[in-house]
């Protein structure tokens, strides 16, 4: 079974400028996550989609954060206009309804790390 | 809201067992989860717990107390494979929250020969 794959891997770019990461869940998997994992910090939570629908945004800087996951499936993620602060590892995960389990577990992907000069 | 305490960091020599504490103070509460993340590494499931008691697999477990909000992982037969990132998670709620993680900082363990 393949994992979740997010693209680009590495970013560089300059405060005020926009950026783009890209991830594709596992096949199946309903709900996919955004979290910002700054460097010695656990991962916090972005948003949280069901589907193509948003489960949860309170914790998304919504002033310069967006997302979107049009088809149910794979998701973009964009900053406009980034900051120094947004340099962290941007870890996307997926899971699907306990099957046989008492709990959802999630699958991380492999994170693309923004750095903001 | 939610508040996810454990060690910054903790060294143990190979073949030691290691304690890695946590406590957490939620408003909701469905279990509690532990991840480890190797460092430049995707974050993978270790444990879940969300009965009283100690889990065990393999050379890990994992023990919860909900009245006292703690909860502890166990590694046993250290490896020094076993040097990484320990994250402790609460997942606040049930269907309607989406389970959705809260993280604490993680433990960096640093196993030494």
Redesign the interface.
Known sequence: EAG?AQSPRYKIIEKRQSVAFWCNPISGHA?L?WYQQIL??????LI?F?NNGV??DSQLPKDRFSAERLKGVDSTLKIQPAKLEDSAVY?CAS?F?PRGK??????????TRLTVL | GQNIDQPTEMTATEGAIVQINCTYQTSGFNGLFWYQQHAGEAPTFLSYNVLDGLEEKGRFSSFLSRSKGYSYLLLKELQMKDSASYLCAVSPGGLNSGYALNFGKGTSLLVTP
Do not use: C, I
């Open positions: 979740v709900t996550y010695g910090q656990g991962p916090k939570l949280q069901q489960v949860d870890l899971s309804p008492s709990y959802n577990e999630q699958f991380f992907g492999p994170g």
